[in-house]
């Protein structure tokens, strides 16, 4: 009995214990559905821009602008609502931006001019900033062991959300227009509104407040919804285990310089700045610059592969203004095309799955990189309908399967960096 009492566990070994089950289930629909709204409202500026442009006799360069406030909300979007759910909570970070994701979509099928239209897809942008708040929500209460595999599967649901937006499009935008599309896709959005009241919060972040009761809580439903029992003893906070070793390894240090090092670790983060500083930092910056550049090439190339489709969609590959217009709102080649490409992502995800660990992270990721480009080098040149769709596919697939290996890559970096931040490299 008194060992009982005496023993503790830590949130990981409540999720290794309880295992995926039927909690774990609800959890990735939840966030899954946030996942198909982010790609929906992201695949849709392939439809929205053109249609745009020809209602409102936009320039090419309005056009353009329409997706690029998207790109700058979520710019903004990503550091702030990071900043918000470390600091109050993971349900209230994926609220907000629900409600921003959702109310701005909405409204922007009732935009009366430009300018608001722009306005309104910035407030869009900020809240997709968010997006991976709830993929991280999601894998906090996935068992350590299997977090890559449930990280694979989580991203096909970005997957259903491009095909769901391209066949939407396809049904929807040659009668009723793009201001239907707009109001149509942000529905998901509505949907984690419904259905937030329902959601538990993620227990490594109570647990790092030092809300142990709340977090026994989401745990103990965990427990009764997988049909399992919780460790035996009491719940500990990581974070505490953690200081726990810092301060009992300072006290071995006899390096003045390395005890600052470790007092500089503790106190506020408010803010980010100070984790932002810290990855900047001597030791890390190599690691870190690597990572951002890695997540940089493989986002301009994705979004870049998305948006080229709607520009090399028209069938002659006629660059004449006028005619390009005509193309785009009298035939359904765009929609074809897309439709088709977001496929691509489904063998995608299982290249990235045959390659990762049979080559390793890094020449996997450089050689679908490459791949992508030697898919797109031919639409240099005018090709015919054909050819652009395969050349459109194998890029499409190529970066898709680049990006998930990506995610998979960063998070073992600073995994290691951790492990040993002094050589700070990738």
């Known amino acids: 009995m008194e060992d009982e009492q005496s023993a503790t566990y830590t949130v990981d070994d409540a999720l290794l214990s309880s295992g995926f089950g039927r909690f774990q289930i609800l959890i990735l629909s939840y966030a899954g559905i946030g996942l198909i709204a982010e790609a929906m409202e992201m695949m849709l500026l392939s439809f929205v821009g053109p249609s745009v442009q020809l209602e409102w006799k936009l320039t090419a360069h309005q056009e353009s602008m329409i997706t690029s406030v998207v790109f700058v909300g979520m710019l903004i979007g990503a550091y702030s609502w990071g900043v918000v759910s470390d600091n109050y909570g993971r349900r209230k970070g994926f609220f907000f931006t629900a409600i921003m994701t959702s109310g701005a979509g909405f409204l922007s099928s009732f935009a009366p001019n430009y300018l608001s239209l722009m306005a309104l897809r910035f407030v869009v942008g900020v809240g997709l900033g968010g997006g991976p708040v709830l993929g991280s929500w999601f894998l906090e209460f996935v068992p350590a062991p299997t977090r890559g595999t ?47 009241a ?69 106190g506020s983060n408010f803010g980010g700045f100070k984790s932002v500083s810290k990855l900047l930092s001597p030791k890390l910056m190599r690691a870190t610059l690597l990572l951002w550049m890695a997540f940089f090439g493989n986002a301009f190339s994705y979004y870049g592969i998305v948006l080229l489709t709607s520009e090399l969609s028209n069938g002659n590959r006629i660059c004449a203004k006028q005619e390009v217009e005509s193309v785009h ?92 931040p002094v050589r700070g490299t990738c």
């Open 198 to 266: 329902a959601t538990p919060e993620s227990p490594r972040f109570l647990c790092t407040k030092g809300r142990i009761t709340e977090a026994v809580e989401v745990l103990e439903k965990m427990a009764r919804l997988n049909n399992v029992q919780l460790p035996a003893g009491r719940l500990v906070s990581e974070k505490n285990i953690e200081l726990d070793e810092v301060s009992e390894s300072a006290t071995l240090l006899t390096d003045d310089k390395e005890k600052d090092d470790i007092k500089d670790d503790e």
């Open 329 to 420: 709102s009298n035939n359904s080649s765009l929609y074809k095309n897309v439709f088709i490409s977001s496929f691509a992502e489904i063998p995608g995800s299982f290249l990235s799955a045959m390659v990762v660990d049979r080559f390793g992270r890094k020449l996997s990721m450089a050689s679908m990189l490459f791949t992508s480009c030697v898919f797109l080098f031919p639409l240099i040149f005018s090709q015919t309908d054909i050819l652009t769709r395969i050349s459109l596919f194998g890029a499409r697939l190529c970066i898709s399967a680049s990006f998930t290996i990506v995610y998979i890559y960063a998070p073992e970096q600073i995994l290691k960096l951790k492990q040993n």
């Open 150 to 196: 449930w990280m694979v599967i989580f991203s096909a649901f970005w997957t259903v959300g491009t095909i769901l937006e391209a066949s939407l499009a396809w049904a929807v935008m040659p009668k009723f227009g793009w201001r239907l599309l707009l109001a149509l896709s942000s529905a998901p959005s509505f949907l984690l509104l419904l259905f937030y």
